[in-house]
C-alpha cells in the first residue's frame, strides 16, 4: 500500500516549456487534489476532483489544467511554464466529500521555472 | 466561509521545554479541524484531528491539541520537546464543501 505517489520528484523547467505532474493513489480514494505550497503563504489549493470524471477550480487555477484520468489518477498540467510557477506541488486524496475526512498527501514535486 | 490563522511563523524551544504552537479558526458553521506536520523535503502527515467526539485530542509523536469553541482556537502542545519534533506545522480547518483551509504554517526549532 504505497498511499499516494507523485512523479517526478523535481523538474526544472524553461520559461514557456510544458510539463505534467503525475499523482496516483492506492486507497480507492474519490477526491483528489492538487496544491502549491510557497514560503510564507501554506498550501492553496489549485485544483479538486470530487469524483471520478468531475474537477473543479480551487483558490489559485490560473496556468493550470487537470485530468482526472480514472479513480486512481489525478495529473496537473502546466501548458506554458512560468517563473511564478516555481514552488512545491503537493498531491493528496480523501475518502469521500465529507468534512470530516482526512487528506492524505503525497511527498511533493519541486519545480523550478528558469 | 472557513479560515485559518496560525500565530508565529517561526517558533523555537529548547529541548525538553513545553511546545505550544497557537491556531485559531474562523468558521461560520462547526467545523473539523486538523494539525499536519512536514518534515523537510516530505509530505504532509496527519498529527491529530478535531472531530467534536472529544475537545481535547491526542495525536501521534506525544502531541495534543485542545479545541476552545469560545476562543475559536485548537493550539497543538507537547510537555517535552525532542529533537526529532522539528519540522514544519500546519493547522487546517474543514466545514463544508469539499475543500481544506490550511494556515501559513508554523517552524519548530528545537535548540538542544
Known amino acids: 500500500n504505497a498511499g499516494v505517489t507523485q512523479t517526478p520528484k523535481f523538474q526544472v523547467l524553461k520559461t514557456g516549456q510544458s510539463m505534467t505532474l503525475q499523482c496516483a493513489q492506492d486507497?480507492?480514494?474519490?477526491?483528489m487534489y492538487w496544491y502549491r505550497q510557497d514560503p510564507g503563504m501554506g498550501l492553496r489549493l489549485i485544483y479538486y476532483?470530487?469524483?471520478?470524471?468531475?474537477?473543479d477550480k480551487g483558490e489559485v487555477p490560473n496556468g493550470y489544467n487537470v485530468s482526472r484520468l480514472n479513480k486512481r489518477e489525478f495529473s496537473l498540467r502546466l501548458e506554458s511554464a512560468a517563473p511564478s510557477q516555481t514552488s512545491v506541488y503537493f498531491c493528496?486524496?480523501?475518502?469521500?466529500?465529507?468534512?470530516?475526512?482526512?487528506?492524505?498527501f503525497g511527498p511533493g514535486t519541486r519545480l523550478l521555472v528558469l | 466561509a472557513q479560515s485559518v490563522t496560525q500565530l508565529g511563523s517561526h517558533v523555537s524551544v529548547s529541548e525538553g521545554a513545553l511546545v505550544l504552537l497557537r491556531c485559531n479558526y474562523s468558521?461560520?458553521?462547526?467545523?473539523?479541524l486538523f494539525w499536519y506536520v512536514q518534515y523537510p523535503n516530505q509530505g504532509l502527515q496527519l498529527l491529530l484531528k478535531?472531530?467534536?467526539?472529544?475537545?481535547l485530542v491526542k495525536g501521534i509523536n506525544g502531541f495534543e491539541a485542545e479545541f476552545k469553541k469560545s476562543e475559536t482556537s485548537f493550539h497543538l502542545t507537547k510537555p517535552s520537546a525532542h529533537m526529532s519534533d522539528a519540522a514544519e506545522y500546519f493547522c487546517?480547518?474543514?466545514?463544508?464543501?469539499?475543500?481544506?483551509?490550511f494556515g501559513t504554517g508554523t517552524s519548530l526549532t528545537v535548540i538542544p
Open positions: 493528496a486524496s480523501r475518502a469521500g466529500q465529507l468534512a470530516i475526512e482526512t487528506q492524505y
Open positions: 486507497m480507492n480514494h474519490n477526491s
Open positions: 476532483s470530487a469524483s471520478e470524471g468531475t474537477t
Open positions: 468558521s461560520s458553521v462547526p467545523p473539523y
Open positions: 478535531y472531530t467534536s467526539a472529544a475537545t
Open positions: 487546517a480547518v474543514s466545514a463544508t464543501g469539499n475543500q481544506f483551509y
